[in-house]
C-alpha cells in the first residue's frame, strides 16, 4: 500500500509499461486492480455487491417508513417511484446475481480442480463492467432523478411522455453495461467447467453447486440476448422516436412485456438456482451423508432451466392474451413446480436420518427450505389463470417473489457466506453471532412479508406510495415496516460478525466442516495457485471417501484423521516449493480500461456524442491492449 | 516479434476443445437468441405500418441480392484465407484476409447506399413501424459485419507483421467462425425482409 502511494500519477502510457515489466509484483491497490485471481475477482464482487445491498436494503427501509402508517410523507409520490424502481433493479440485477457471481469466481476453480477460469482477464473484465454499471446506474439519483418505471420498465411508463427525465436512460443503458458484465462471466464459467475439470472429475462426479452454475450460465447466455435486444428497442425509441412501443404508430407496448418476461422468467431462475446449488453443498456436510438423489437434483436444475423458456406469459395473464394461451402457460407453470419440488425432496431426505451437525450454515440452509417452499406454493397459486386475476398487481405478489427471492436466494447465499468464509479468510465466522443474525433475519423476514400475503388478499395494490387510513391495512403494514426494521438489525448483526471474526486471531482449523469436496483440500486461506498439484478424482464427494470407508452397516468409518489432515496424500510432499513452477496468467490493466469505455459511452449518449466517440476508443484501447498482450509470463 | 514467442503448450481440455473456440461456439449460440429476437419483431411488425413507404415502394431486390452474393462470397474467400494458414501459406493468408475484408466492405457500402437512398424517400427510423424495425435490425447485422471487418483488417495486419504464423491459426478460425455466422444470418434476414411477400 505504501509503496502505491509513493507514487506520483502515472500516464497511462508509463502505467501500461510497467504493467508488462513489474509483472506479479503490485503491491496494495495496484495489486487488486490489476488482478486476474479468481478468488480477488469473487471477493471484489461479494464486497461491491454488498455494498449495493446495503443501499438496496436502504430503499427498502425507505418503502416501509413510507408505507408504515395512512398517508405517509416520507417520500412524495415521484421519489417513492425512484426508490421502489432503484430498490427492484440493484436487488437483482446488482445484489443477487453479483452475490452468486461472487460464489461462481471463488467456488467454481476450487470445486472442479483448476488452478483459475478458463479466460482470466475476461473474468476481471466482467466485474470491472459489473462495478461500472452499477455506479452508472445509481449515478442517476445525482443527475436529475433516478429511473421511476419499476425494475420491469413497463412500456409505455418508460416513453418520453410520460418519464421525460434522463432516469430511464439510466436506467436502460445501465442494464445493458451489467448484460455485458453477466454474459461474459457465464461464457467464462460454461468454458471453465466444461473444460477445465481436474483429471477423473467427470460430469456426474462434479459438486451439484457446479451443476447449478452450469445450469445458470446457459440461462444467462440464451435470456441476456433478448433483454438486450428488448432494451435496445427502448433505447432507440427513447433516444430517435423509434416506434416499437408506440401504438399511434402501429406498435404495442405488449412487445415490450414479452421480451422483458421473455428474459425476466430464465432470469428467476437465474437468481435461484446458485442459492439451490449452494444448499445442495451444505446440507450434505451438515448432514454427513451424501446428497439424496444426486441425479435427481442434478436433472431436475436442468430440467428447471429448459422449462424456464416456457413460463413467461404467466406474469401476463391479465393483457388479454386470451384463454388459450393462459391455459397453456398455466400448465406449464404447474408443471415447473415438479422438478423445484423434486429438488425439495431430496434436501429433505438428505437431512432424514443424518447425524446433524446444526451450525449456522445449515440454519440458513433449512430456511432457505422452508421459506421457499412457501414461495413456491405461492407461485403455483398464481400460476392458477383466475386467482391470479385477483392477486395481479397487489401486494400478495410482492410477498410471493420475496418469499423466493429473499426468502430463498438471500438465505441460500448467506449459507454460502458462513460456510466457506473460512476458506478464504482463514477465520470462522462466530457461531452464537451467526445463529442471532439468522433467527433475527427469520423472523424479520417472516414479520415483513407474511403481512403482505395478507394485504395483497384485503387488495392493496403494488406501486401505491400512500393509502388512506381505515381499509384494515394500518396494522399489517406497520407490523411488515417493524419486520423490514428487524433484517436490517440483522444484517447489522452479520456486519459485526465478520468484522470480529477477522479481527480473531483464533485461526480456522483445517477442513472446519468435515467438507466432502475438493475445496477442503487446500490450505486456508486459498494460495493464488490453488492446487500444488492438480488433483485426481476418483468419485463424487472425493474428499469424502479419501476420509472416510463404510463399514458393513454403511456407517462412516475414519481412515485418516478428521480435521488435523484434510489434505490429500500427497499435498505435503510438495509442500510449499512447488507452486514456483506453476505457470499463472499476469495481471493486466486492459480489463478496467476496456470496462471504462462502457459508462463513457452510456453517458455520451445521453448527453453528447463526443463522449460516445471517446468512450469507443477507450474500449478500443483496451480490447486491443488486451488481444496482443501476452495472457501469462 | 517479441510477443510472438511460444506461449506454454495448449494445455489439455478436458472436452479436448480449445478454450477459445468453445467461447466462439457459446458466444454465436448467444448471437442466435439476439438475432432470433430482432427478427421475431420484425415479424410481428410486419405489414402493421400505418403510414407509408412500405417495404414494396423501396425495396430494390437485384441490388440487394448482387450485395448479398458479394457477403456470400467473403465466406469463400475466408475458408480459402484459413487454409492458406493451416498449410502455411503467408501470401494466401494475406490475400485472402484482405479480400474476405473487402467484400465485407462492398457489402457495407451496399447498406449504406440503400439507407440512404430509403431515407431520400422518406423512410427513416421514426416513420413507421417498417422504418423502425427494418433500419434496427439490418443496422444491426451491419454493424456485426463492421465488427467483423475490424478484426479481419486487424488480422491482415497482423499478418503483414508476420505475427500470423501457423501455430496462431486459430485466430483466423475464430475470426471465421464469426464471419460465417454474421453470414448466415444475413441468409435469414434476407429472406424474411427481402424475399417473404413485401407489400
Known amino acids: 500500500m505504501a509503496r502505491a502511494l509513493e507514487r506520483r500519477p502515472l500516464s497511462i502510457g508509463e502505467a501500461l509499461r510497467r504493467a508488462r515489466e513489474e509483472g506479479a509484483t503490485y503491491r496494495g491497490i495496484w495489486s487488486w486492480i490489476v488482478t486476474v485471481d479468481h478468488k480477488r475477482i469473487g471477493t471484489m464482487y461479494g464486497v461491491t455487491a454488498f455494498a449495493f445491498f446495503l443501499m438496496g436494503g436502504i430503499e427498502a427501509l425507505l418503502i416501509r417508513l413510507q408505507l408504515a402508517t395512512p398517508n405517509g410523507s416520507v417520500l412524495d409520490a415521484e421519489k417513492y417511484n425512484q426508490v421502489f424502481t432503484m430498490h427492484g433493479t440493484t436487488m437483482v440485477f446488482l445484489v443477487v446475481m453479483p452475490l452468486s457471481a461472487t460464489f461462481f469466481n471463488l467456488m467454481i476453480p476450487l470445486m472442479i480442480g483448476a488452478r483459475d477460469v478458463a479466460f482470466p482477464r475476461l473474468n476481471a473484465f466482467s466485474y470491472w463492467v459489473f462495478l461500472a454499471g452499477g455506479l452508472f446506474m445509481n ?149 454427513r451423508k451424501p446428497l439424496f438423489g444426486y441425479p435427481f437434483v442434478v436433472f431436475s436444475g436442468v430440467l428447471i432451466g429448459l422449462m424456464s423458456w416456457g413460463v413467461w406469459a404467466h406474469h401476463m395473464y391479465t393483457t388479454g392474451l386470451g384463454s388459450v394461451a393462459n391455459s397453456a402457460f398455466g400448465i406449464s407453470t404447474i408443471l415447473i413446480a415438479v422438478p423445484t419440488g423434486v429438488k425439495i425432496f431430496n434436501w429433505i431426505a438428505t437431512l432424514w436420518g443424518g447425524s446433524i451437525n446444526f451450525k449456522t450454515p445449515l440454519y440458513f440452509s433449512v430456511g432457505f427450505i422452508s421459506m421457499f417452499i412457501v414461495g413456491g406454493l405461492t ?110 438489525t440483522s444484517i447489522l448483526v452479520f456486519i459485526y460478525n465478520v468484522v470480529v471474526s477477522l479481527r480473531s486471531r483464533e485461526r480456522a482449523p483445517a477442513d472446519p466442516w468435515d467438507g466432502r469436496t475438493l475445496e477442503w483440500t487446500l490450505p486456508m486461506p486459498v494460495p493464488a495457485y490453488n492446487f500444488a498439484e492438480i488433483p485426481t478424482v476418483h468419485s463424487r464427494d472425493d474428499l469424502w471417501h479419501r476420509k472416510y470407508v463404510e463399514d458393513e452397516q454403511g456407517r462412516p468409518v475414519l481412515v485418516v484423521a478428521a480435521g488435523g489432515s484434510g489434505e490429500p496424500p500427497g499435498h505435503n510432499e510438495h509442500g510449499d516449493g512447488g507452486h514456483h513452477a506453476i505457470h499463472m496468467p499476469s495481471p493486466s490493466f486492459f480489463p478496467l480500461i476496456a470496462a471504462i469505455g462502457l459508462p463513457i459511452i452510456g453517458f455520451g449518449l445521453i448527453y453528447d456524442w463526443a463522449l460516445v466517440a471517446v468512450g469507443v476508443v477507450v474500449l478500443l484501447v483496451g480490447l486491443y491492449g488486451w488481444a496482443l498482450e501476452p495472457a501469462s509470463e | 516479434m517479441q510477443h510472438a514467442q511460444a506461449l506454454e503448450p495448449a494445455l489439455e481440455t478436458s472436452t479436448g476443445l480449445d478454450n477459445r473456440k468453445l467461447l466462439m461456439w457459446l458466444f454465436l449460440a448467444s448471437e442466435c437468441l439476439f438475432f432470433g429476437s430482432l427478427i421475431a419483431a420484425y415479424m410481428l411488425y410486419r405489414d402493421r ?70 431515407y431520400r424517400e422518406g423512410l427513416s427510423l421514426d416513420t413507421n413501424l417498417f422504418g423502425t424495425t427494418f433500419f434496427v435490425l439490418t443496422g444491426f447485422h451491419g454493424a456485426h459485419v463492421s465488427v467483423g471487418v475490424l478484426i479481419l483488417l486487424s488480422l491482415f495486419v497482423m499478418a503483414l507483421r508476420g505475427r500470423l504464423t501457423p501455430e496462431k491459426s486459430l485466430n483466423v478460425e475464430l475470426a471465421g467462425l464469426y464471419w460465417h455466422f454474421v453470414d448466415v444470418a444475413w441468409v435469414v434476414i434476407f429472406t424474411v425482409v427481402y424475399l417473404v411477400t413485401p407489400t
Open chain 1, 139 to 287: 449515478v442517476s439519483f445525482l443527475t436529475g432523478g433516478a429511473p421511476d418505471a419499476g425494475w420491469f420498465g413497463y412500456a409505455n411508463l418508460t416513453s418520453k411522455a410520460f418519464s421525460p427525465g434522463h432516469g430511464i436512460d439510466y436506467w436502460f443503458l445501465g442494464l445493458q453495461i451489467l448484460g455485458i458484465a453477466s454474459m461474459a462471466s457465464a461464457f467464462n464459467f460454461i468454458v471453465t467447467i466444461l473444460n477445465m475439470r481436474a483429471p477423473g472429475m467427470s460430469l456426474f462426479r462434479m459438486p451439484v453447486f457446479v451443476w447449478m452454475t452450469l445450469v445458470t450460465s446457459f440461462l444467462i447466455i440464451f435470456a441476456f440476448p433478448v433483454i438486450t435486444v428488448g432494451l435496445f428497442q427502448l433505447m432507440f425509441d427513447r433516444l430517435w422516436g423509434a416506434n416499437f412501443f408506440n401504438p399511434a404508430a402501429g406498435g404495442t407496448p405488449l412487445l415490450w412485456q414479452h421480451m422483458f418476461w421473455l428474459f425476466g422468467h430464465p432470469e428467476v431462475y437465474i437468481l435461484i438456482l446458485p442459492a439451490m446449488g449452494i444448499v445442495s453443498e451444505v446440507l450434505p456436510t451438515f448432514a
Open chain 1, 379 to 488: 407461485g403455483v397459486m398464481h400460476s392458477m389463470v383466475p386467482s391470479d386475476y385477483q392477486q395481479q398487481d397487489t401486494y400478495f405478489v410482492v410477498a410471493h417473489f420475496h418469499q423466493v427471492l429473499f426468502g430463498g436466494a438471500m438465505f441460500g447465499l448467506f449459507a454460502g457466506i458462513y460456510y466457506w468464509f473460512p476458506l478464504f479468510t482463514g477465520r470462522m465466522l462466530k457461531e452464537t453471532w451467526g445463529q442471532l443474525h439468522f433467527w433475527l433475519m427469520f423472523v424479520g423476514f417472516n414479520l415483513t412479508f407474511q403481512p403482505m400475503m395478507i394485504l395483497g388478499m384485503l387488495g392493496m395494490p403494488r406501486r401505491i406510495y400512500t393509502y388512506e387510513g381505515g381499509m384494515g391495512w394500518d396494522a399489517l403494514n406497520l407490523m411488515a415496516t417493524v419486520g423490514a426494521f428487524t433484517i436490517a
Open chain 2, 49 to 118: 405500418s400505418v403510414v407509408g413507404p412500405y417495404p414494396g415502394d423501396l425495396f430494390d431486390i437485384p441490388f440487394t441480392s448482387v450485395s448479398s452474393f458479394v457477403l456470400l462470397m467473403s465466406s469463400l474467400s475466408m475458408v480459402l484465407a484459413l487454409a492458406a494458414i493451416q498449410r502455411g501459406d503467408q501470401r494466401g493468408l494475406r490475400i485472402w484476409l484482405l479480400c474476405t475484408a473487402l467484400l465485407g466492405i462492398t457489402f457495407l457500402s451496399g447498406q449504406a447506399f440503400e439507407f440512404t437512398e430509403f
